[in-house]
């Protein structure tokens, strides 16, 4: 079944064991960092948040999550990870404990193995779901069909098969927006930045790969980006 099948083959729960297990194992525009959100994209509509490597989408997921009311069902589908490294994420957000630590749990002190297990007690409190195997956007408008998701996100748009060529970042940008018309569900697609020359520019829509698509199908657009001092952090 392709992408179809494989998204519901691949996908965890974030119930607390399958948190726990993860954590004990191996293994329109807005500018800012982190910040609170008042206006969230709603049921038909589809919100794009843009950054560099680094500058924090995992931790705005984190936000994301944790801001919605409970019950509130989520499904995630990563493209950059696989989801225990997409636990483990959440978790070293969450209590600010090194994700290598977490992964080595032998290596947390008392105080940090504390911490971890309350968050994981957290997370477990909400209804979502991470998908790895749609690569096509086709492939998550399968996932969405299926499991009816209040919340759909993307990680990263520009991760999809295809979408290096131009007419097909088109098609499956305008395909992402129609899934949340047609499921009635709020999207929020999260793509890279290209870099610029000046790191401590603010960044905009000409920063983003097929930027004009993206922009004309997105109901809002965010921009997470780091400022940096005059010693360059």
């Known amino acids: 079944q392709g992408d179809e099948g494989d998204a519901d083959d691949q996908r965890q729960h974030g ?6 297990v993860a954590a004990g194992s191996r293994k329109g525009s807005h500018h800012g960092g982190r910040q609170r959100t008042d206006r969230r994209a709603g049921p038909d509509e589809q919100a794009g948040r843009g950054a560099q ?3 924090g989408k995992s931790a705005f997921k984190n936000q994301i999550l944790l801001g919605l009311p409970k019950g509130t069902r989520v499904g995630i589908i990563n493209l950059e990870m696989d989801r225990e490294d997409e636990q483990i994420r959440f978790l070293s957000n969450l ?3 090194d994700s290598r630590k977490i992964w080595d749990r032998e ?11 309350e968050a994981a007690a957290e997370l477990a409190e909400r209804s979502y779901e991470i ?13 969405q069909k299926r499991h009816k ?12 098969t295809g979408v290096e060529e131009y007419q097909t970042l088109v098609r499956s940008s305008g395909m992402i927006k129609s899934i949340a018309i047609d499921e009635s569900c709020a999207v929020i697609n999260l793509f890279q930045l290209n870099k610029g020359d000046d790191p401590g520019e603010i960044p905009t829509v ?24 005059n010693f360059g952090y």
Do not use: C, W
């Open 95 to 97: 209590t600010g404990v």
């Open 131 to 143: 998908h790895q195997g749609s690569k096509t956007a086709e492939g998550v408008r399968a996932v």
């Open 149 to 160: 998701y209040d919340v759909l996100i993307l990680d990263h748009f520009h991760r999809l």
């Open 206 to 229: 000409n920063r983003v790969k097929g930027g004009g698509a993206i922009h004309e199908d997105a109901d809002q657009m965010f921009f997470l980006h780091r400022t940096y001092n």
């Open 107 to 117: 290596r947390l002190t008392d105080t940090e193995r504390t911490l971890v297990v």
């Open 53 to 55: 490597p680094g500058v």
């Open 15 to 20: 119930g607390e064991q399958d948190v726990l």
